[in-house]
């Protein structure tokens, strides 16, 4: 009976990375067809799933699920911005693409799909765990093969809630970004260049609810963008430690940024207010788990820790709350 139907959407599958996309009947993208390539994955894929990681809240402009089952995104690519539309028709994916980032994004369309993603390699230890991957087969590791476009929303989020660090993304990207190539109807953006960021007025990152100290983390990082973006060729770990050098970088961050920048499978985010709260419920019905005994239950999946986590985010599996929710700050009305 668990295979019978899909799961719904809750709070904590979505932050599994877990994206509604409708089951439609993929179309072109009107008469503006763009470059397009065709990919046979090995194995079941979902799309929802593979690419939910990269989205930053319900209206983050850089990224769309169409009800047509298509999965739009904008980035900042090595060749400039492009946009990028993901289709599944059958046992076959196929990738159309505008602008001068177009070639890049479909030369990494497999691996942005999880080509370099080893699902076998995973072992289920735990009921929860084997359940939840067997009711999630086409789940695997996205590679964006791109650092900053990871690192400068993993930064908004820090120490704060979700709806300011989506609010703040969103409002930062469509106030100095640029309008996303392509047929998209002025409805994407693409995410600011590393001078621009670097440019925004004090003014304009108190409006959009960001406070002293993240903003200068990510100018600090954005003045050594290229050096970071480096850290894309490197091993996870070296990445993470090339990460962390900058200031206002610490584990939590660089994990978040390796899980989509390098599809890092044993990744694990230590200093997280929830996870090891939700996984010490999952795994052994400690609610009060810490970071130590959230490692400590998932020494079992060493090498492949990110991906349990994942998959205990996805089960849906959360203890009760026994108090309010974190209030939503705006500093942007002092």
Do not use: C, N
């Amino acid at each position: 009976m668990a295979g019978r139907f899909a799961p719904r959407p809750t709070r904590t599958t979505v932050r599994g990375g877990h994206v509604a996309v409708p089951a439609g009947v993929p179309r072109p993208a009107g008469h503006e067809r763009g470059r397009m390539r065709r990919w046979v994955p090995e194995g079941p894929l979902d799309l929802g799933l593979v690419l939910g990681p990269l989205r930053r809240g319900p209206g983050d402009p850089t990224f769309r699920a169409m009800p047509d089952g298509s999965v739009w995104r904008a980035s900042r690519t090595p060749t400039g911005p492009g946009t990028l539309r993901v289709s599944a028709y059958g046992d076959e994916v196929r990738g159309q693409a505008w602008g001068p980032g177009a070639e890049w994004l479909l030369e990494q369309l497999p691996q942005l799909l999880g080509a370099a993603d080893d699902p076998d390699a995973f072992a289920p230890r735990h009921r929860i765990v084997a359940l939840a991957r067997h009711r999630r087969p086409g789940l695997r590791l996205t590679r964006t093969a791109l650092v900053l476009e990871s690192l400068i929303p993993s930064i908004l989020e820090q120490k704060v809630t979700t709806v300011e660090a989506y609010r703040a993304w969103r409002l930062l990207v469509r106030r100095f970004g640029e309008p996303a190539p392509g047929p998209v109807d002025g409805r994407m953006w693409v995410m600011p260049a590393p001078r621009t960021w670097a440019l925004i007025p004090s003014w304009e990152w108190h409006r959009a609810g960001v406070d002293d100290k993240r903003a200068s983390t990510i100018l600090r990082a954005v003045r050594v963008a290229a050096r970071l973006e480096e850290a894309a060729g490197m091993a996870p770990q070296d990445a993470q430690a090339r990460l962390e050098v900058v200031p206002g970088i610490g584990p939590w961050t660089s994990a978040e940024v390796v899980q989509r920048s390098h599809g890092a499978p044993d990744a694990v985010t230590v200093g997280d207010l929830h996870l090891p709260g939700i996984v010490g419920w999952a795994l052994a019905g400690d609610r009060h788990a810490d970071d130590s005994a959230m490692l400590s239950l998932l020494e079992p999946y060493a090498g492949q820790r990110h991906r349990a986590a994942r998959l205990i985010l996805l089960s849906g599996k959360v203890p009760e709350r026994r108090g309010p929710r974190f209030p939503v700050g705006d500093i942007s009305r002092l």
